[in-house]
T-cell receptor, first 112, second 111 residues
Framework: DAGVTQTPRHEVAEKGQTIILKCEPV?????LFWYRQTKIQGLELLSY????????DGGAFKDRFKAEMLNSSFSTLKIQPTEPKDSAVYLC??????????FGHGTKLSVL | QQKVQQSPESLIVPEGGMASLNCTSS?????YFWWYRQHSGKSPKMLM?????GEKEEGRFTVHLNKASLHTSLHIRDSQPSDSALYLC???????????FGVGTRLKVIA
């Protein structure tokens, strides 16, 4: 199954640490999204890349969150420094030519 | 800031019943609506999309769209326990291609 791959599946960090989440989109998809999902806020957009160019940097998330698209098949999301309120599921998705989003399994982050 | 509102927050329907979920966007530039389904512990998967006024049916699922009011609804007939999930509505604007999601409606189908 050549879907969206996210690693790690789980991450536990101490407050103040730097963590890096990884994502490999579906081959051939040009658009990539990073979302944070919580029960209260739902899916919040963190970053959006179109053909490796950053189109959306997440507004309120700018200060400690940085997403990069190193090449068309690999993206990272760095959170620095982490805070307990960052505990959530982080989802990566890529979009096909029909505008459909395909999500990875997500990374569950717990910040102590 | 574009917002997508979904109602109700949660819904319980009996097996075989009809489930109706609602979604409205506050952005008048939105021209495409999407419905995604997320089973517990899994990632969201696309269910249906609609961009024209009217309705679209796929099996037990029907989507309606009223572009004037930017309102879409998803109806599931003959609901099954396997339909129990979080249903997410999203809206896109071909101007910026950004996907904005609502918080979702949690559906539970009881046998």
């Amino acid at each position: 199954d050549a879907g969206v791959t996210q690693t790690p599946r789980h991450e536990v960090a101490e407050k103040g640490q730097t963590i890096i989440l990884k994502c490999e989109p579906v081959s051939g998809h040009n658009d990539l999204f990073w979302y944070r999902q919580t029960k209260i806020q739902g899916l919040e957009l963190l970053s959006y890349f179109r053909s490796k160019s950053l189109m959306e940097d997440g507004g309120a998330f700018k200060d400690r969150f940085k997403a990069e698209m190193l090449n068309s098949s690999f993206s990272t999301l760095k959170i620095q420094p982490t805070e307990p309120k960052d505990s959530a599921v982080y989802l990566c998705a890529s979009r096909d030519r029909n505008e459909r989003l395909f999500f990875g399994h997500g990374t569950k982050l717990s910040v102590l | 800031q574009q917002k997508v509102q979904q109602s109700p927050e949660s819904l319980i329907v009996p097996e075989g019943g009809m489930a109706s979920l609602n979604c409205t966007s506050s952005d008048r530039n939105v021209d495409y609506f999407w419905w995604y389904r997320q089973h517990s512990g899994k990632s969201p998967k696309m269910l249906m999309s609609i961009f024209s006024n009217g309705e679209k049916e796929e099996g037990r699922f029907t989507v309606h769209l009223n572009k004037a009011s930017l309102h879409t609804s998803l109806h599931i007939r003959d609901s099954q326990p396997s339909d129990s999930a979080l249903y997410l509505c999203a809206a896109t604007n071909t101007g910026n291609y950004k996907y904005v999601f609502g918080v979702g409606t949690r559906l539970k189908v009881i046998a």
